[in-house]
Every structure is written in structure tokens, then in C-alpha cells.
């Protein structure tokens, strides 16, 4: 499978780097990077650019905002099978497997250069101005940005996965899960945590953070940024919950590499099984 699965992957790349959408992508996201990393001391009175890790805490929203909403609108436009080419494409001698496991790698690598941009500037500029204090806290940042990329992609993936001439209905699908996971996700855990006594609403919220990838990554990053005292007494309950920093980075991880293969694989059976 690797010959077919390198060749799609490498024709995805070529297609999404020469795509508009990822070019402005990665233009906006470089801006608002540097704007971030230049601007952030101007509601507390002062200028010039922040350091590493204020610059990094003043992102996570938006790269939790940002990141999954291109992954999964440009994952669908590009992963959805048209009517025509998809007949044309999946009648070839290879497995499907490896045609939409291949074309998601591709879109992933284009889509983390688009950000390593991105970072990578906002990263020169605060290198230059302010040093490299918090540098590894803007690090774990990055790392998370391409986890929720992948995991975007994948749900991107299973929503496309036998989709033949639907791209409309997958893409509308798409900006629902969005705005569940992102948005209504929080909005529904607090909730329900408001109607409970303190220990059960602690644990609802810690359970809310493990099984929804967006609210762990921003928790692991501002954890690696800000330490214990992230979020205050819920940084406490969370640690005392793991077992300690360990544990919270043990199951946060797990969660998020579960997140990371469980879409994809069941898009590629979801796809072994349809009829094309």
C-alpha cells in the first residue's frame, strides 16, 4: 500500500499548495499571528512585542477557532467524492484505503506548513525583539495546532467518506460538528455542571475536557504555558483527578491519539463499503 498511498499523498500536497484556499490560509494565519504577537500588551497600556509564552496564551483561541474550522472545510471540499471522478478514481487498481488515507496525509502536511508559517514568523519576530523565554510552552502550541489538524481531517474524512455528488450536505455537516465541538460542546458541560453538587461538577468537567479534542488541547497547552495555575482550583482538581502533571499528560494524549486514528479508520471502512 505504500507505493499508492506516497503517490496520492504526494498529488494532495501538489493540489492543496497550489489551492487559493490554503494560500489565504496561511497569509491570514501569519498575520494574525504576528498581530497577536506584536499587539498583545495593548490593553494593559504598554507596546512592543510580547515573549513566547504570553504570545502563545493570547493564541490558543484562536488556533482553536481557526485551525478546525479550515481543516474540516477544506478536508471536505477536497477529501468529498464528485460525481464522475469518483467513478474514474476508485476504479483504478488500488485500494481505497489508500487513496483517502493518502490524500489526507497530503492535505495534513499542507495545511502544518501553512501554520509552521505562520508560527514560524510570528517566531522570528519575538525571538528578535523579546528573547527566547517561554519558547518551549509556544512549542507545545504548535504541537497541538497539527494534533487538531489531523483530528479535523479525519472527521473531515468520515464525514466525506461515500458522499458521491453531496458535497454540499457533507460541507454543511462539517460547520455543525464545528460549532458542537468548539462552542456548544463548553456551553453544554457547564450546564450541566451548574445543576450538580461540587465534586460531580468537577468531574463532569474534567470527563468534558478528555473526550472533547478541542478543550484538550487548549488544556495541555495552557498547562505546558502557564503550569498549574492555568486555571486556577480547576487546575487543581484536574491534576488531583490524574494523579498528578504525569497522568494529565498521559490521558490527554490518549485522548487526542485516539482522536486522531479512530475517524480516520472508520472513514476508510465507511468508504471500503460504499457503493461508488
Request: proline letters at 4%; glycine letters at 12%; aromatic letters at 6%.
Amino acid at each position: 500500500m505504500s507505493g499508492p498511498f506516497l503517490l496520492c499523498a504526494r498529488q494532495e500536497l501538489l493540489l492543496s499548495v497550489r489551492s487559493r484556499w490554503t494560500q489565504i490560509f496561511a497569509a491570514v494565519f501569519a498575520l494574525l499571528a504576528l498581530g497577536v504577537s506584536s499587539s498583545g500588551y495593548v490593553l494593559s497600556g504598554g507596546y512592543g512585542v510580547q515573549d513566547f509564552a504570553r504570545t502563545a496564551a493570547s493564541l490558543v483561541e484562536l488556533v482553536l477557532l481557526l485551525v478546525p474550522l479550515t481543516a474540516l472545510v477544506i478536508g471536505v471540499l477536497s477529501l468529498a467524492p464528485e460525481r464522475g471522478a469518483a467513478e474514474l478514481l476508485f476504479s483504478q487498481p488500488v485500494s481505497r484505503r489508500a487513496i483517502l488515507l493518502g490524500k489526507g496525509a497530503g492535505l495534513f502536511v499542507a495545511l502544518a506548513a501553512a501554520q509552521a508559517l505562520g508560527f514560524g514568523a510570528a517566531g522570528l519576530v519575538i525571538f528578535s525583539r523579546a528573547g527566547g523565554a517561554g519558547l518551549p510552552g509556544f512549542a507545545l502550541l504548535v504541537l497541538g495546532s497539527f494534533v487538531l489538524t489531523a483530528v479535523s481531517l479525519g472527521v473531515a474524512a468520515l464525514i466525506s467518506a461515500g458522499t458521491v455528488g453531496r458535497r454540499t450536505r457533507a460541507l454543511a455537516l462539517a460547520l455543525v460538528v464545528w460549532f458542537g465541538a468548539v462552542v456548544l460542546f463548553d456551553v453544554a458541560a457547564l450546564g450541566v455542571a451548574s445543576l450538580l453538587p461540587s465534586g460531580p461538577a468537577s468531574r463532569v468537567l474534567i470527563v468534558s475536557v478528555l473526550v472533547n479534542p478541542a478543550d484538550a488541547v487548549r488544556t495541555a497547552a495552557l498547562l505546558g504555558i502557564e503550569g498549574s495555575g492555568a486555571f486556577g482550583a480547576a487546575s487543581l482538581a484536574l491534576l488531583r483527578f490524574t494523579k498528578g502533571p504525569v497522568g494529565a499528560g498521559l490521558l490527554l494524549a490518549a485522548s487526542l491519539l485516539l482522536w486522531m486514528v479512530a475517524p480516520a479508520l472508520l472513514a476508510a471502512r465507511r468508504l471500503g463499503k460504499a457503493d461508488l
